[in-house]
């Protein structure tokens, strides 16, 4: 037998075996709690601490009498729960409040003052499963492994099981599918359990029609075409998620739920009520990101969140960047862009914008205005596909002279994404392929840009607080056009939060002239490689090491400086709601580019 206590004074050793013990407030009626349990293991007293309703309650109420011998009496059956869950079907549970065994305490009867309570239970032998039979089965239906004759006979597995017969009859059009009939019977004599589950999978049904509740801004016809729910085909419930994730990616609803009918309509129709709460119309925000040397970023947003009825986007985006910059002056940036979802398909956004910018970086001076408009398909939940049409026309100032670029281009992009989480993660991979062709007028050039972004993450330890190793590849060219005659924003630069932390922003780029060695540009040839380990420290606060390094080059360019740098630090994270505050201090370890120690502060990891 193995004892572990909670008292609100200190810490109470075990007395026999194992044992765990926690601190309580030191305001509470309750001044111990004591459990004795027989016949059980670390597992099991992990159980019982996890399903107990007095330390529940204990921990989060304030200690009143009353909570405290609700939860007593509700201790026997969370307990008893929790040891079926475990395959233990033959337990003894008692609970003695000052003495006196909560079940036999009349509620109308209930102590003022508890100041003592003792959980005894003896665990008994774990059974096993002498039959193990869900049927009848869907095709390609597969049950949980250890569900089978001879294994432990852990109620989850049963539960399991019958939930993973149900899902392949839903899967395959039987909506209405349940349990016909269960004999359920624990053999104490044997120590087994035998489980035989009849389903009874019902009619094989089809999408009804669709009702809609609570929208007020946005029209009937457009919800609908926005979920496509494929009324008349054979039911299917990962197209009814699938249209409610539609409705939840237009931003416009606080909450979605699609319900199924109780009652099927003649013959075989299964009505559908799409409830709604739309969120407010308008939404602002507001952003500010500071680097030592890049100075502060500060951005404002305005967004319509359904402009004229249909779901319709509109965002409106200012931003200054490089402010108390030491090396460049200040950017000026205004975009508007329109989007409205399910244009022309359900999965596919149509998007229209326009943006004008002012760049004063250290080797330019640019004015920019740029036109475009862009499809956006939703391929998978981990697919996202984008094709567009542009226009830009540019006027550059530079040490060489005055440069105009006009040109349009076809971008496209393809992105997956299998991250867990995208501001903080922790496992997973991401990986984003652009190919952008332009066609140039007057003096710009024509060619095309390719880019790559891959990022990967894996987490061991604790799964609630996992250790990170996370790496990222960052890759570039141009091709076919002169290194002068392509815009410069499709050039590459090295350097800053973006690429190689420790590094002043954009300070690697070529150097075209070698009789100015001073005259520098972006390059048409460029990577990057980061790589960072995160360890957590407490629940919020982790730290991180990070190395980074970046190559850029041109192919027309001969040059006898370094074509790469590297900068390395350490970071400091504080997890919130929205993604982690990140603190990083880095400075140079290789190139000719260092300028001293630079800091970063933002919001999200630096990938």
Do not use: C
């Amino acid at each position: 037998m193995s004892v572990f206590s909670v008292r609100s004074l200190g810490l109470l050793s075990a007395v026999v075996g194992l044992g765990f013990t926690s601190v309580a407030p030191s305001a509470q009626t309750l001044d111990r709690l004591e459990f004795r349990v027989a016949g059980g293991n670390d597992e099991v007293e992990r159980a019982i601490k996890g399903a107990s309703a007095i330390i529940a309650a204990r921990d989060a109420g304030d200690g009143e009498a009353q909570d405290i011998f609700s939860a007593a009496r509700a201790e026997y059956g969370r307990l008893v729960t929790a040891l079926y869950g475990l395959g233990y079907y033959s337990p003894v549970v008692s609970v003695l409040v000052d003495g006196r065994e909560a079940a036999e305490i009349p509620p109308l009867d209930a102590p003022d003052t508890i100041r003592t309570i003792i959980v005894q239970v003896q665990v008994g032998p774990p059974f096993r499963f002498g039959l193990a039979r869900v049927a009848p089965l869907a095709p390609e239906t597969e049950l949980p492994d250890d569900f089978r004759a001879g294994e432990r006979a852990r109620s989850t597995l049963v539960q399991d099981s019958v939930t993973a017969a149900a899902d392949g009859w839903r899967s395959v059009g039987f909506a209405k599918v349940d349990v016909g009939s269960q004999d359920v019977v624990a053999d104490h004599a044997r120590q087994t359990l035998d489980a035989d589950i009849r389903m009874a999978p019902g009619p094989r049904l089809r999408f009804g029609p669709m009702r809609i509740v609570g929208n007020k801004g946005i029209s009937e016809r457009r919800i609908r075409k926005i979920a496509d729910l494929p009324s008349g085909e054979v039911y299917d419930p990962e197209e009814l998620e699938d249209s409610a994730d539609r409705l939840r990616r237009t931003g416009v609803f606080r909450s979605v739920s699609l319900t199924e009918d109780e009652t099927v309509t003649p013959p075989d129709l299964l009505g559908i009520t799409a409830t709604v709460v739309e969120e407010l119309p308008r939404r602002y925000s507001f952003g500010v990101e500071v680097s030592s040397l890049e100075g502060a970023t500060v951005t404002g947003q305005w967004i319509h969140r359904n402009l004229l009825g249909g779901g319709e986007r509109l965002t409106v985006t200012g931003e200054v960047d490089n402010l108390g910059a030491s090396n460049s002056g200040v950017d000026y940036r205004l975009g508007v862009t329109l989007d409205r979802p399910a244009t022309p398909t359900a999965d596919t956004t149509l998007g229209f914008g326009v943006e004008v910018e002012r760049l004063d970086e250290e080797d330019y001076l640019a004015d920019t205005i740029s036109l475009s408009t862009s499809l956006t398909r939703l391929f998978s939940k981990r697919l996202t596909g984008s094709i567009g049409l542009g226009y830009s026309y540019s006027d550059v100032e530079d040490d060489f002279g005055a440069y105009v670029y006009e040109y349009v281009s076809l971008p496209g992009t393809l992105i997956w994404n299998a991250r867990d989480d995208d501001l903080d993660t922790t496992s997973g991979y991401y990986v984003a392929a652009g190919a952008t062709p332009f066609q140039g007028f007057g003096d710009t050039g024509s060619g095309g840009q390719v880019t790559l972004d891959g990022r990967a993450f894996f987490g061991f330890g604790d799964e609630d607080r996992p250790y990170v190793l996370a790496g990222r590849l960052q890759a570039g060219a141009v091709f076919g056009s002169e290194l002068l005659e392509t815009p410069r924003e499709y050039l590459f630069y090295s350097g800053g939060g973006g690429t190689v932390r420790g590094q002043p922003y954009q300070s690697l780029g070529v150097r075209p002239d070698p009789t100015d060695p001073d005259y520098k540009i972006g390059g048409t040839r460029f990577a990057a490689l980061s790589a960072e380990f995160r360890a957590p420290i407490t629940e919020r606060i982790g730290v991180v090491a990070f190395a980074d390094a970046g190559y850029v080059t041109a192919e027309s360019i001969e040059s006898d400086r370094d074509e790469w740098h590297a900068g390395a630090g350490l970071g400091l994270r504080y997890a919130t709601g929205f993604g982690p505050i990140r603190v990083d201090v880095a400075g140079p370890v290789g190139g000719d580019t260092g300028d001293g120690v630079q800091i970063y502060v933002g919001i999200g990891q630096a990938f």
